[in-house]
C-alpha cells in the first residue's frame, strides 16, 4: 500500500514570496492533516479535511495560509507571503476517518 | 486543555541497554495515545497506539508501551536498543469531539545510541 506522498521535499525562498505544497493521501482516507513542525517541537495541527469540507483550522494563520482539498484526495498549502518564522517542516497525514493518522515525509521550508 | 509532556529532551543510552522514555498527559478523559518516530529527514512513523483494553501494548520494532491511568502517563519502552534506534520519538494523544480528531504532541526525545 502506497504511503501519503508530498512534494516537495525541500524549498528554499525569499521573504515575501509565495510557496505551495502537494500532499497526496493514502487511497480511501477521508480524512486529511495538514501540520507544522518547528525545529526542536512536535507537529502542531494547521488543519484538517473531511473529505473536501474543512473540520478545524482554528490554527491555521488564515492571512497568510490556505489550503484546499476541491476533489476529496490531493491538497494544497499555500503561504502568501512567507514569513522567516514560517521556515519548518510541513507534514501532510491521512487517516480513515477519524483513526490513526500517517504521516508523508514532509517539506522543508527555509524562508530566507 | 489536553497537552503532552516529554520531560526529557535528549536521551543517550548504549546500544544492548533498556531504554525508557517517558511521557505525560493532561487530559479530562482518557485519550488516544500514541508514540511516533521520526528519523532524520523522514516523517513520523507509527510504533504503537493505545485506545483501550490491555494497558500493555506492543508495537513494531520490539517496542512497548504501558497506560498507567493513576500516573497520567505512557512510557515508552525497550528491552535492548539497537543502533538504528537513534532517533526522534513524539509522544502524542488525541480525542475524538464529533469529527474534530485534533492530536497534540508532545516536544519529543532525541535519543542518541552509543556502540
Known amino acids: 500500500e502506497a504511503g501519503v506522498a508530498q512534494s516537495p521535499r525541500y524549498k528554499i525562498i525569499e521573504k515575501r514570496q509565495s510557496v505551495a505544497f502537494w500532499c497526496n493521501p493514502i487511497?480511501?482516507?477521508?480524512?486529511l492533516y495538514w501540520y507544522q513542525q518547528i525545529l526542536g517541537q512536535g507537529p502542531k495541527l494547521l488543519i484538517q479535511?473531511?473529505?473536501?469540507?474543512?473540520?478545524?483550522d482554528s490554527q491555521l494563520p488564515k492571512d497568510r495560509f490556505s489550503a484546499e482539498r476541491l476533489k476529496g484526495v490531493d491538497s494544497t498549502l499555500k503561504i502568501q507571503p512567507a514569513k522567516l518564522e514560517d521556515s519548518a517542516v510541513y507534514l501532510c497525514a491521512s487517516s480513515f476517518g477519524t483513526d490513526t493518522q500517517y504521516f508523508g515525509p514532509g517539506t522543508r521550508l527555509t524562508v530566507l | 486543555a489536553q497537552s503532552v509532556t516529554q520531560p526529557d529532551i535528549h536521551i543517550t543510552v548504549s546500544e544492548g541497554a533498556s531504554l525508557e522514555l517517558r511521557c505525560n498527559y493532561s487530559y479530562g478523559a482518557t485519550p488516544y495515545l500514541f508514540w511516533y518516530v521520526q528519523s532524520p529527514g523522514q516523517g513520523l512513523q507509527l510504533l504503537l497506539k493505545?485506545?483501550?483494553?490491555?494497558?500493555l501494548v506492543q508495537g513494531i520494532k520490539g517496542f512497548e508501551a504501558e497506560f498507567k491511568r493513576s500516573q497520567s502517563s505512557f512510557n515508552l519502552r525497550k528491552p535492548s536498543v539497537h543502533w538504528s534506534d537513534a532517533a526522534e520519538y513524539f509522544c502524542?494523544?488525541?480525542?475524538?469531539?464529533?469529527?474534530?480528531?485534533?492530536?497534540?504532541f508532545g516536544a519529543g526525545t532525541r535519543l542518541t545510541v552509543k556502540p
Open positions: 479535511f473531511q473529505n473536501n469540507g474543512v473540520v478545524d
Open positions: 493505545y485506545f483501550s483494553g490491555d494497558t
Open positions: 502524542a494523544l488525541t480525542y475524538l469531539c464529533y469529527n474534530n480528531n485534533d492530536m497534540r
Open positions: 487511497s480511501g482516507h477521508a480524512t
